[in-house]
């Protein structure tokens, strides 16, 4: 989606200009070109250097600085960018921007940008609320500017308040999202995703889990989201904000999620089986804390299967439907995906491997193999998860077609 886009991040004073380090490496695994403008009040918190490192791009700092006689540095800047995200955005550079004042690199530059612009500001809660400011995003608003809020959090101040930036994720879902056009194939289609892992609970203090943290899922329903789908997410426990205009359907256990699949899947068009199922669970769930004894050296627990929420789904599935899942291995990937692909009738199946760094469970990067039925394995680079999420939606519209 992000493919050799070219966006300009202008960097300006807050605390929070190391959140936009973040952002650059997360534009960047998205393939995008990414220029980075820092005012002289976001060099007291951050070196140009870092930047300059993650995005392989000179970092911009000064107006007078080029030493080009065939350029102006900030038009040409401004002409060649095609989203510009100022972020962190302080309450000065909202001022300059609402009042037309152009008197350093970052505001002339925005100044002379016909393209859109995001902005997510970062400061001090009373400040954020303050009249004034409050005037100028309203201004920013109806002149055009699109604006990612800031988030209740704890301050640099040391107290709760309304003015953390967003996180880096949420805006380049934003800058994803600006580049991502509704797919006639997926418009208003009903597609069903799970994600997160399963908990089992032993007793009221336990339970068994895995180490999924739910982004892939996530990230594949906000790509279908943006592309037109209607979609519905059942999630097991995560850390994670639902993206917007999705149907949230919150489980905790293999049983409770395969009920709501069970449920939702006869009036979808396709599944994407992207969560972590435990396979096994305690045969019962005990009252109390299970005490350990003071001669005790070990445990014995008793396990018993779970439901095969993919088996069960392929009893299910008609002519019309698309299913897709995922397999997390270990050792022989393409042998173990594979005998899962045919095992569950499934129409494709996306493995990784998660012992590679950066694969996988908690982390914002995967690599993936896609194997189906008649077409040989293909595998991706390292990717982040959005982008990954995008190419399994890719090969999900060319199932829908087919």
Known sequence: MLKNKHLTLYVTGSIAAYKALQLTRLLVQHQAQVRVVLTAAAQKFITPLSFQTLSKHSVLTDTFASGNPHTVEHIELADWTELAVIAPASADIIAKLAHGQANDLASLALMATTAPKLIAPAMNSHMWNNPAVQRNVAQLKQDGYAFVDPQEGFLAEGYTGKGRMAEPAQIAALVDAHFIKPSPRLQNQPILVTAGGTRERLDPVRFLAN???????????????????????????????????????????????????????????????????????????????IKKQPDQTTWQLPLIKTVDILQMVAHLKQPHQVTIGFAAETSELIEQATAKLRRKHLDLIVANNVAQPGVGFNSDTNQVTFISPHQPPKSTQLLSKTAIAALVIDQLEMLLQS
């Open 211 to 289: 180490d999924s943290s739910g982004k892939m899922g996530y990230a594949l329903a906000q790509v279908l989201q943006q592309r037109g789908a209607q979609v519905t997410l059942i999630s097991a426990p995560t850390k994670l904000q639902p993206p917007a205009q999705v149907h949230l359907i919150p489980v905790t256990t293999t049983e409770e999620m395969a009920t709501a699949v069970k449920q939702q899947f006869p009036h979808m068009r396709a599944l994407i089986m992207a969560a972590a199922v435990a396979d096994f669970r305690p045969p019962q769930v005990a009252a109390q804390k």
